[in-house]
């Protein structure tokens, strides 16, 4: 991550504050993207990666940010975005405040990155 450590502080107070992230966990890397939520076509937004879950964050009207914790999510699968665009990544994640599994949509540069990290922090093996 090439943040200043001050700008990190800074970013790991503000997830807490927003009740993004809990105590213990810091910021490890952090990334623009995109979400597709099921019905609006497309979010743009900032990814935060943390020891301990992906955290989602759009300014606009602040109705598609997100949280999952690693420990929650149960598949992960490439996927496409419009008809060939291969940056996808579906989550699929329990979502507590719902009481059952939710899929998410994430787009993001160097997909096999990511989906090696999703593998590796949530023990899920992706298609």
């Given at each position: 991550m090439n943040l200043p450590e001050a700008k990190v502080k800074e970013l790991e107070s503000w997830l807490l504050e927003n009740e993004l992230m809990d105590e213990g966990d810091y910021l490890e890397?952090?990334?623009?993207?995109?979400?597709?939520?099921?019905?609006?076509?497309?979010?743009?937004?900032?990814?935060?990666?943390?020891?301990?879950?992906?955290?989602?964050?759009?300014?606009?009207?602040?109705?598609?940010n997100f949280s999952i914790k690693y420990s929650d999510i149960k598949a992960i699968k490439k996927s496409f975005i419009g008809p060939l665009l291969p940056f996808g990544v579906t989550i699929t994640a329990f979502n507590a405040e719902k009481g059952k599994d939710k899929k998410y949509k994430l787009s993001l540069s160097s997909r096999k990155k990511w989906l090696e990290l999703f593998s590796k922090k949530s023990g899920v093996t992706y298609q």
């Open positions: 890397d952090t990334v623009r993207g995109d979400y597709y939520p099921i019905y609006i076509d497309q979010v743009r937004g900032h990814y935060y990666f943390t020891n301990q879950r992906i955290v989602f964050f759009s300014g606009i009207l602040g109705s598609s």
